[in-house]
């Protein structure tokens, strides 16, 4: 729970961008706004607190998006962290062969490449909005040609996907190899 | 009627709303084609097919594009906390839209108001939304995957990137203890369509009926294939099949589409949508 009164109608974004300093929070936060982003400026709780005592809160699922905007804007900040849980992103891969392909999966993401081609054949799960334009733009291309997920996406999907995308042009690579 | 509301990855289409037609694997929104793509548009589609089949009027779609920045799905959710008691649907299934928590309880204040209260659903990120905002016990049906389902019975995770490590491992064998801690964390909604290896309908935290057959295990890597079950579905409810039986049915048909198409990991969702209407007439 955030410090402040509370107010049913306020901006729950379920993320918070930490900085070192005051002035840095302050500039990311007109950032962000200048780009539609919903956040609003807020006090960390002291268990979340690295630096100073002043955050953005974002819509935690637009991690990506907004992560890529500030590094392009050379905003300095600590870290991007949910309010709530452990705060580490899933990080485990799986995969499962069905004979000349073989479906990579991470998290809510699984994507599908031809073994013999290194072609993507299918992607599926996930649910924001990013997704399907993805979905478009990776299908039928090969693994060494499409672009990663993280470059065109914006939200927690993309990045589950990307991770998938990682994973799969690494074993790609290496049983061409 | 079925009022299904979506994003489509077309940058600059604004709000749209209309009637859907599915013809020769191709989708049509008051005369004008959208691409059959994973998503959105993969629902809607199976929701048409449907709808023909059991002889009933098509879904009314209130689509806006979105590439995932979010103006498309803020249209979206500001048309339906405004218009929403105006449009008085039978079923509202919400789908790929951003999460963003605080305007999902707007939404769902808002049906409250509508002349009888529609029977809400929610699948993708609108289920993340509702699930995340504490809405989840609001919502009549919620259609997850076995990811999603780990996603639902995590007390803290507001999307599924967030999920505890333990909770990702658990596989389909591990369903029951998903489902349970779902419900006790109030993290289900009263009705559960959730797929995998095994298909699950849960009834207020109660396993009402499994499907395993027919098996095709090249389902899961096919784009689509969540969405279609959900579109079929809420096209079965409007339609007059009770909740319980669009559920099952819905799960059913999504296998016999997959062993009459051959599906491969390749096959793509618009194939399987134009093998429906012969899978529906094996199940109902």
């Known amino acids: 729970m955030l410090f402040g009164k509370k107010n049913k109608n306020a901006f729950e974004g379920g ?14 936060e007109k950032i962000l706004k200048a780009e539609n982003y919903e956040v609003k400026l807020v006090a960390p709780p002291p268990a979340l607190r690295k630096g100073c005592d002043l955050a953005v809160e974002i819509n935690i699922t637009e991690k ?4 890529r905007l500030l590094q392009s804007k050379d905003a300095h900040f600590v870290e ?8 580490e992103l899933l990080d485990v891969v799986k995969t499962k062969d069905f ?26 799960g996930g649910g924001c909005p990013d997704i ?3 979905h478009i733009s990776m299908l039928d291309k090969k693994l060494t040609e499409a672009s990663s997920p993280k470059l065109k996406g914006y939200t927690l999907c993309a ?14 690579k290496k049983e061409a190899n | 009627m079925l009022l299904v509301c979506g994003t489509i990855p077309q940058k600059h289409l604004s709000l749209i709303k209309g009637d859907a037609v599915f013809e020769q694997e191709r989708l049509l929104i008051d005369g004008s084609e959208i691409p059959c793509t994973q998503g959105t548009a993969a629902l809607i589609s199976a929701a048409c097919v449907t709808a023909k089949h059991l002889k009933s009027a098509p879904p009314q779609v209130l689509l806006a594009g979105d590439t995932g920045k979010g103006k498309g799905s803020h249209l979206l959710y500001d048309y339906l906390i405004s218009h929403l008691s105006e449009l008085n649907p039978d079923v509202l299934l919400m789908h790929y839209i951003l999460p963003v928590m605080g305007q999902m309880k707007k939404v769902v204040a808002a049906s409250a108001k509508c ?5 809400l659903m929610a699948d993708a990120s609108s289920m993340y939304a509702a699930k995340g905002a504490g809405l989840a016990p609001e919502f009549d049906i919620f259609t997850p995957d076995i990811c999603e389902l780990a996603f639902l019975a995590d007390p803290d995770a507001v999307h599924p990137a967030y999920i505890k490590h333990h909770l990702f491992t658990a596989d389909g064998t591990q369903a029951e203890a998903l489902i349970a801690a779902a419900y006790r964390q109030k993290g289900a909604a009263k009705l559960l369509i ?24 090249t389902l899961e890597a096919i784009g689509g294939t969540g969405d279609t079950i959900s579109g079929m579905a809420g096209a079965m409810i409007v339609a007059g099949l009770t909740q319980m039986d669009s559920a099952v049915a819905a799960l059913k048909t999504n296998r016999k589409a997959g062993e009459l198409v051959n599906a491969t990991p390749a096959t793509k969702i618009r194939q399987l949508i134009t093998t429906i209407p012969d899978a529906l007439k094996n199940i109902i």
């Open chain 1, 15 to 28: 993320g918070l961008v930490l900085f070192q300093a005051v002035d840095e929070a302050i500039t990311a």
């Open chain 1, 64 to 67: 990506p998006g907004i992560e």
């Open chain 1, 80 to 87: 991007i962290l949910p309010l709530k849980g452990a705060g």
């Open chain 1, 99 to 124: 004979g000349d392909s073989l479906m990579v999966k991470a998290g809510n993401m699984k994507l599908t490449f031809d073994k013999n081609t290194g072609v993507i054949l299918n992607i599926s």
């Open chain 1, 132 to 134: 399907p334009f993805l």
């Open chain 1, 159 to 172: 990045l589950m996907l990307d991770r998938a995308f990682t994973e799969a042009l690494d074993i790609w």
């Open chain 2, 115 to 119: 002349k009888k209260k529609p029977v």
């Open chain 2, 194 to 217: 959730a797929k995998g290896s095994t298909d699950y309908v849960i009834e207020k935290g109660k396993i009402a009926c499994t499907i395993s057959e027919p098996d095709i295990p």
